[in-house]
């Protein structure tokens, strides 16, 4: 391995042997998804606190739906940072390269969550511990605001043939799933240990060993190479001088359309895998654990799933792949929220765990999909603007639109009307992208 890393720091990468750019290969997929899984961790651990603790312990004067709102709103801040996040680390990622934009968003984000661990309540310092959550909310949606877009070119760029891009590019998408599951068994963990005490201590423990993961995931981000795509773009000297201006410049179309293309994918997750909480423990009244023990298990399917729609992406097309996923999720909705309007604990477990099945069929696809649009000297940053831009229209204000459905309704079928909008916008933007599956992008 050492002699490998030696040969491949002080020769192209069209010098390698087959061996040594499998490795590299290899090594590149296992940073991006190891780094990616922490990073992810550290947000769905928010995410899922959110939906637990901080409504009580932040906003405590305001009754229970108003308190929801409020805390989803401090976490929808996050989302409205991450296209920030896409166009600071973008323009790094496409100027100086994939590794450092990655290593600055890994520390970004681990130290803000860190530090959740220590934010008073209300009753200590009032308002200003929501406002200081706000702030580290922030910090934490630039950090992965560039993450996405690091890690899947990371992995990409160093596929050698265009057959396989889907698939390669869908393995640092595991991060999701992976971290998904780490932060709902920190929660689940720490709840039964803590008890009574988790909403006044408890909580704050995963958040705070989260210091040990930021280590790891450093330590395995210094040892690996640029990949060949940006150092083929540096030793042309066509790097460019503003990437974000130009891509907005000659790309806005694509850009446009991959963010409208996450509508379907985006929303839906983040209330199958956030507002479900909310939902599920104040307005069913199910067990907390039930809900956490779920969400884990749609998490432990979707490390198959996810890899797989990215191989399946390979074989039948992108853009098939993921309008299929698309109307499936658009369908699911109303049997989601069906099962759970049942509250029998199998159905709810079941409804939740098949939950991200449609989902996957995008996410799956959605790596290469949208990386595939740009030219390599521009694919950091367009990339990472389609895909967080989704985030201001989709991501962040999907809790606060069922939290506000919920209220006017009291029925989970109009948040279900929702995620079919959302599934049908996907469809038609998914529908007008070039879909370039097993075609050469680096010669744009």
């Known amino acids: 391995m050492a002699v490998t890393g030696t040969i491949a720091s002080t020769r192209p990468a069209s010098a390698l042997s087959e061996a040594e750019h499998r490795g590299q290969l290899r090594r590149a997929i296992l940073a991006g998804m190891i780094g990616t899984t922490i990073e992810w961790y550290d ?3 928010y995410s899922t606190v959110t939906g637990l603790v901080f409504a009580k312990l932040f906003f405590p004067e305001s009754d229970r739906l108003v308190g929801t709102l409020e805390a989803f709103s ?12 896409a166009a600071i680390f973008g323009h790094y990622g496409d100027r100086i390269g994939r590794k450092s934009a990655l290593i600055a968003t890994l520390l970004l984000m681990g130290i803000a969550t860190f530090l959740v661990a220590f934010v008073p309540g209300y009753e200590i310092i009032g308002i200003w511990g929501a406002v ?3 702030i580290l909310r922030v910090v934490q949606g630039i950090g992965v605001g560039g993450e996405w877009g690091g890690s899947v070119l990371l992995a990409m760029e160093w596929a050698r043939t265009n057959q396989h891009r889907g698939f390669v590019a869908s393995w640092p998408q595991l991060g999701v799933p992976a971290g998904l599951f780490l932060a709902n068994f920190a929660v689940l963990g720490f709840s039964a240990l803590s008890g009574d005490g988790f909403a006044s201590w408890g909580w704050r423990v995963p958040f ?6 930021v280590g790891l995931g450093l330590w395995i981000r210094l040892g690996i190479q640029e990949t060949p795509a940006f150092r083929a773009v540096r030793e042309k000297g066509s790097v460019e001088r503003a990437p974000v201006a130009e891509v907005l410049r000659r790309h806005p179309r694509e850009v446009v359309l991959t963010a409208l293309a996450r509508m379907g994918e985006q929303a839906p997750f983040y209330i199958f895998t956030a507002f479900v909480f909310s939902y599920g423990v104040g307005e069913l ?5 039930l809900l956490l023990s779920a969400v884990l298990g749609a998490s432990l399917v979707s490390l198959v799933t996810i890899p797989l729609s990215g191989w399946l992406s390979d074989r039948f097309g992108r853009r098939r792949i993921y309008m299929v996923g698309a109307a499936l999720t658009g369908l699911y909705a109303f049997v989601y929220f069906a099962l759970l309007q049942t509250l029998s604990p199998p159905l709810v ?10 989902h996957d069929l995008m996410y799956g696809p959605q790596a290469a999909l949208i990386a595939e649009c740009f030219p390599g000297r521009l694919r950091y940053s367009g990339a990472s603007l389609g895909y967080q831009l989704a985030s201001i229209l989709a991501g962040g204000p999907a809790p606060l639109i069922a939290t506000a459905l919920l209220a006017q309704t009291h029925s989970g079928y109009a948040i279900a009307a929702f995620i079919a909008i959302c599934a049908v916008i996907s469809l038609i933007a998914t529908a007008l ?8 992008i680096d010669s744009r």
Not at 349 to 358: C, E, Q, Y
Not at 433 to 439: K, Q, V
């Open 43 to 45: 947000f769905f651990l």
């Open 74 to 85: 401090v976490y929808a801040l996050g989302f409205v940072a991450r296209p920030l996040g």
């Open 132 to 134: 200081i959550l706000t």
């Open 208 to 213: 705070a060993i989260s210091i040990v993961l």
């Open 285 to 289: 009244k199910l067990s907390r654990d």
């Open 349 to 358: 477990f079941v409804a939740i765990v098949l939950s991200l099945v449609p």
């Open 433 to 440: 992208l070039a879909d370039h599956t097993n075609r050469d």
